[in-house]
């Protein structure tokens, strides 16, 4: 699943006329970047909710066909914030199974608004290994080191544990694998956080996680969009 319903005050005026996950940098919007790597990594069925301006995402995105993908979407009519679309989202997150029932597992989320050079396909192992011990594992979550603009982390990783140590504490990432039990007990419709859920999950022991140290930028700012715009302009002409 890919979260794309933010309606990115921060990045206004750039916002006012384009939901921010079509923003471009590098030549192309940021989102294609996700359902490319996400492509490459054999992830194919994807789920993108939106809400704010959400009509031109589906436009520009289609059935996701050229991406070698296929995309459903979600959409709110109010923002739900990120714990509550996911929620609305879980119908389109089950697969079929025998009988034409739907199965409950684990899900790759992304946040649209970042852009991120991880490969996906390495956390085949963890939707695996979730899948197995659902009782075991309610969130494993990608930290990145601290960048400029939030030094003082968000968790701290001890081996592949998540804890709430404060010390060394890392960035999530914005990109997780969830249980839909870790959304037990938020009422479809409502708008909810994911971070009280995921310090929920942190404090049960339920919680794991990996670091990762390559190319991540939590594009929140029309500055940091120019900068990673400059980027990759230039990885373009090398």
Not at 128 to 138: E, F, K
Request: include cysteine.
């Amino acid at each position: 699943m890919i979260l794309a319903a933010g309606r990115g005050e921060r990045m206004r005026p750039l916002t006012d006329t384009l939901p921010k996950p079509l923003l471009y940098a590098g030549g192309k919007p940021l989102i294609e970047y996700h359902l490319e790597n996400l492509a490459r990594a054999g992830f194919i069925e994807i789920v993108i909710n939106h809400s704010y301006l959400g009509q031109m995402i589906e436009a520009a995105l289609g059935n996701g066909n050229r991406y070698g993908v296929s995309i459903r979407y979600s959409h709110e009519l109010v923002a739900l914030e990120t714990a509550g679309g996911i929620t609305q989202a879980l119908p389109l997150l089950r697969n079929e199974v025998g009988g034409g029932k739907a199965a409950a597992q684990p899900f790759l989320t992304i946040n649209a608004d970042i852009y991120c050079e991880i490969d996906f396909s390495a956390l085949l192992p963890v939707l695996w290994h979730m899948q197995a011990n659902s009782d075991r594992t309610l969130a494993h979550l990608v930290l990145v080191d601290n960048p400029a603009h939030h030094t003082d982390g968000d968790f701290t990783l001890d081996s592949d544990s998540v804890t709430l140590a404060e010390r060394n504490k890392l960035t999530f990432s914005g990109i997780g694998v969830y249980q839909p039990e870790l959304f037990r007990d938020v009422m479809p419709g409502a708008a909810a956080k994911l971070a009280p859920l995921l310090c929920q999950a942190i404090a049960l022991g339920k919680a794991s996680g990996q670091h990762y140290p390559g190319v991540w930028v939590d594009v929140g700012t029309p500055e940091r969009l120019r900068l990673l715009n400059a980027r990759l302009s230039n990885l373009e002409h090398l």
